[in-house]
């Protein structure tokens, strides 16, 4: 069986039901239902074969699950160039934030300075899902040690009616409050967020268990 076929053979039509109440972007018909640890097992055998070669230059996919099986692919390279290459082949087929989600490149956390050229790239984009991983790879790298004042203003700078691209805006800078609380905070007091993401990172920080019930009170009386 090719690797579609695979898929198709792990579908679950009850699964796919539920996955497609939450990922309204994506065709009812497109999803299989498979489910993630059977489709991360599947990654796992297919990976470094000559089958997994072609499957990732056989661009646009069919389906959802393929889709993130590509995402899953991608997450585990280890060469950097590679995976770069990869990304960038990729991240305009994305069209969904689950499969953007799923993008999480081991890889680059030993070229964080490197790779946030990259990420500068996809907040520039014209394309949602494309701005949503380069903030999503802020959120997810780039709040610890690698993190710099000026990546928040970069993000919200960020301006778009994308659902999506805004509800990662919130997460990053609810993330943000809870590791980097005294740079993130005058992004708020500042009003530099448009009004639905800025509240909406006020209710997501106020739910995190990160951040100290003091501060949660003080979040509060920053809403619009």
Request: charged share 30%; hydrophobic share 40%.
């Amino acid at each position: 069986m090719n690797i579609r076929e695979r898929l198709q053979a792990l579908s679950d039509e009850k699964n796919a039901d539920f996955v497609a109440s939450l990922t309204p972007d994506v065709a009812r018909e497109k999803i299989l239902g498979v489910r993630f640890p059977a489709l991360r097992a599947l990654a796992k055998e297919l990976r470094g074969t000559p089958e997994t070669e072609a499957f990732l230059r056989a661009l646009p996919h069919e389906t959802f699950e393929e889709n993130n099986l590509h995402a899953v692919l991608i997450s585990g390279m280890r060469d950097y160039d590679a995976l770069l290459a990869a990304l960038d082949a990729f991240l305009p087929y994305v069209d969904n934030w689950s499969t953007c989600d799923t993008l999480r490149p081991d890889a680059v956390r030993k070229r964080l300075p490197e790779f946030e050229r990259v990420i500068e790239g996809c907040l520039a984009s014209d394309q949602p899902y494309t701005v949503r991983f380069g903030i999503e790879m802020l959120m997810a790298y780039y709040l610890s040690s690698a993190f710099d004042p000026a990546q928040l203003d970069k993000v919200a700078a960020i301006r778009s009616e994308h659902y999506y691209v805004r509800m990662m805006q919130a997460w990053y800078f609810a993330t943000a409050l809870a590791k980097q609380y005294e740079s993130a905070l005058p992004v708020l007091e500042e009003r530099k967020l448009e009004k639905w993401t800025h509240n909406k990172t006020i209710q997501k920080a106020c739910e995190s268990y990160r951040v100290s019930e003091e501060r949660k009170a003080y979040l509060k009386t920053l809403k619009y």
